[in-house]
T-cell receptor, first 114, second 111 residues
Framework: NAGVTQTPKFQVLKTGQSMTLQCAQD?????MSWYRQDPGMGLRLIHY???????DQGEVPNGYNVSRSTTEDFPLRLLSAAPSQTSVYFC?????????????FGPGTRLTVT | GQSLEQPSEVTAVEGAIVQINCTYQ??????LSWYQQHDGGAPTFLSY????GLEETGRFSSFLSRSDSYGYLLLQELQMKDSASYFC????????????FGKGNQVVVIP
């Protein structure tokens, strides 16, 4: 199993550009989520999905879109990049109602917006 | 809204014991998890408490008191590789694994 994969690992964007961060998992997990991590801020939930075709907003959804057309993939789209979106982005997955609370994280995408 | 409080940094020597506390105030509570993150790496799961009491996993133990909205992670026999940030996370929704994370606590282990 590859686990949770994310691409790209690093990205530099100019203000106003759009892009998609890719996330895929091969563990047949229903639940997938996107977080951003800024220094001293912990992990903040952007969007999440409890299954194909179902998505919902987290704490900081503005400026981001998601879709979940398959169980495996959960891309995150930045509509018009802003310097405030400079951050490290993590995708995570788990079983929807896992008894143990565990989420599996991808390696992260480090995004800089200039 | 969600609020999870963790103190910011702890320095300890190899072989020592460190306790990392977490107090929470969240819209829902269905369990407390702990994650470890090394610099430049991804968070990795350490432990989970759904009920009050102590859970032990090797050198690490985690405790929960739901009546006090409080938990802690105990790191025993500290090793250099334990230098990392540690996050508590509350499972806030019944029926799915949505988590609210604390800001984290950095542990620095010195020889």
């Amino acid at each position: 199993n590859a686990g949770v994969t994310q691409t790209p690992k690093f990205q530099v964007l100019k203000t106003g550009q759009s892009m998609t961060l890719q996330c895929a998992q091969d563990m047949n997990h229903e639940y997938m989520s996107w977080y951003r991590q800024d220094p001293g801020m912990g992990l903040r939930l952007i969007h999440y999905s409890v299954g194909a075709g179902i998505t919902d907003q987290g704490e900081v959804p503005n400026g981001y879109n998601v879709s979940r057309s398959t169980t495996e993939d959960f891309p995150l789209r930045l509509l018009s990049a802003a310097p405030s979106q400079t951050s490290v982005y993590f995708c995570a997955s788990s079983y929807r109602n896992t008894a143990g609370g565990e989420q599996y994280f991808g390696p992260g995408t480090r995004l800089t917006v200039t | 809204g969600q609020s999870l409080e963790q103190p910011s940094e702890v320095t300890a020597v190899e072989g020592a014991i460190v306790q990392i506390n977490c107090t929470y105030q969240t819209s829902g509570f269905y369990g407390l998890s702990w994650y470890q993150q090394h610099d430049g790496g991804a968070p990795t799961f350490l432990s989970y408490n759904a009920l009050d009491g102590l859970e032990e996993t090797g050198r690490f133990s985690s405790f929960l008191s739901r009546s006090d909205s409080y938990g802690y992670l105990l790191l025993q026999e500290l090793q250099m590789k334990d230098s990392a940030s540690y996050f508590c996370a509350v499972r806030v929704v019944y029926g799915n694994n949505r988590l609210a994370f604390g800001k984290g606590n950095q542990v620095v282990v010195i020889p």
